[in-house]
């Protein structure tokens, strides 16, 4: 679409997802076998016929960096983009403080560009969305703003940033966490209204907005906790209902499927629930393709069959190319790509990834294992809480995380 633009937020800390962030930022974190959060969005916006993209990094950036240099999924010779966009200080000596303050700091992009709608996207979580029916919804209803928007439990609302609307969808007011009585939506006593955190904004009513924000001193800059409590009473701020956004090819119950992987424990569910036999989240979509950096690794092998007692399997797990599963045993575990599984070895409810080398005799149960670690022969990790917690992370949920290159 030539009169949009879109910024893709992708600076986050993600410190609680951490250790799998301590070297990288959130979006760059693995995900499903073989791809990487940011690409999500990416291909959402892709798919739905945005190719104007602007990745906006800070933190840790590399790892994205490297990633997005490498997608080529889009051709500038005829003005289709993807651009990576440091944090370039060019407002002042500061870093992004916010939301807010990354598109303030970059209002030189949308005056190059040019565009009628400027669409703010976080860049870290898992869905797929028909952008092009929240667009068309913004301009049908002639909105200034227009807060993408999913239902959920009313027992759940302390956890969201809650909209308040009124039956025709228009915000009338903001809760960011409420402990109590969180508004809910007209006609639906039991459901609340969580913000996903995407936007779409008129372009001049957004370089106005930002510009102000940045002037007030108690601002923290942010488009959630200070400029939606402050402009929904005098702008025309509305809600889409992510609920009922449809992809080609999805089914009625991929619907709203949206989830925010906030925390390792979040993020290894998300995992854990493509291993499923029909996963809600369905990556075998071929009408709405998730396109990732192109490995030459060869096919996934498995071998060895009753020889010696030792037998390559793997149940209901995704197992990414290059991999090897030689006489080893794997059960419901995501494995990526360029993972040696020795003979003997065993590994369920894991989640493995690159580069990893799993030795002989070595059992591993509810572990993330980050990129290149050589596990070694006989370790069991998983089966004993005091000797796995004084040498590893282990999440609120029991999951250990061994972090990325760790030494034995």
């Not at 000596?93 to 190059?112: F, H, K, S």
């Not at 200034?144 to 009124?166: C, N, R, W, Y």
């Not at 290149?372 to 990790?381: A, D, G, K, S, T």
Request: with cysteine; aromatic share 12%.
């Amino acid at each position: 679409m030539r009169d949009a633009l879109v910024f893709i937020l992708a600076g986050g800390k993600g410190e609680r997802l951490q250790p799998l962030t301590l070297e990288r930022a959130k979006p760059s974190v693995p995900f499903g076998g073989k791809f990487r959060i940011i690409d999500f969005v990416i291909n959402n916006m892709i798919n739905s016929g945005f190719y104007k993209l602007k990745v906006l990094t800070q933190f840790k950036s590399d790892s994205l960096i490297r990633h997005l240099s490498k997608l080529n999924l889009l051709n500038p010779d005829i003005g289709q983009f993807l651009d990576i966009v440091p944090a370039q200080m060019r407002r002042g000596e500061v870093w992004y403080r916010g939301t807010a303050d990354a598109i303030y700091q970059n209002i030189n992009l949308i005056i190059d560009e040019d565009p009628d709608y400027v669409m703010v996207f976080g860049g870290d979580h898992i869905y797929k969305m028909d952008v092009f029916h929240f667009y068309t919804a913004h301009r049908k209803i002639k909105a200034d703003m227009t807060i993408s928007a999913i239902p959920v439990p009313k027992a759940e609302a302390h956890k969201f940033g809650i909209l308040q609307i009124d039956p025709h969808w228009r915000v009338t007011g903001f809760v960011e966490k409420p402990k109590k009585d969180p508004p809910v939506i007209p006609g639906h006593p039991d459901l609340c209204l969580s913000s996903m955190g995407n936007y779409i904004f008129n372009r001049e009513f957004l370089t106005r907005l930002v510009t102000e924000e940045v002037t007030r001193p108690d601002t923290t800059y942010d488009f959630g906790k200070d400029i939606i409590p402050r402009i929904y009473l005098d702008c025309k701020v509305y809600a889409y209902d992510f609920s009922q956004n449809r992809v080609p090819g999805s089914t009625d119950r991929e619907k709203g499927y949206w989830r925010d992987v906030g925390d390792t424990d979040a993020y290894y569910d998300t995992n854990m629930d493509l291993c499923s036999v029909h996963p809600v989240f369905n990556m075998y979509n071929d009408k709405w393709p998730i396109r990732t950096v192109r490995s030459h690794y060869p096919a996934a092998k498995f071998v060895f069959e009753e020889y010696g007692g030792r037998m390559g399997v793997s149940y209901n797990s995704l197992v990414g190319e290059g991999s090897i599963v030689s006489g080893a045993f794997v059960r419901h575990s995501v494995i990526f790509q360029n993972v040696f599984l020795h003979s003997f070895s065993f590994a369920e409810d894991c989640i493995i990834f690159d580069n990893v080398d799993v030795g002989r005799y070595a059992k591993l149960k509810r572990v993330i294992v980050d990129k290149n670690v050589r596990i070694p022969q006989h370790e069991e990790i998983g089966f004993n809480y005091e000797k796995d917690k004084a040498r590893f992370h282990i999440t609120p949920n029991g999951v250990i995380v061994i972090p990325k290159g760790y030494k034995f």
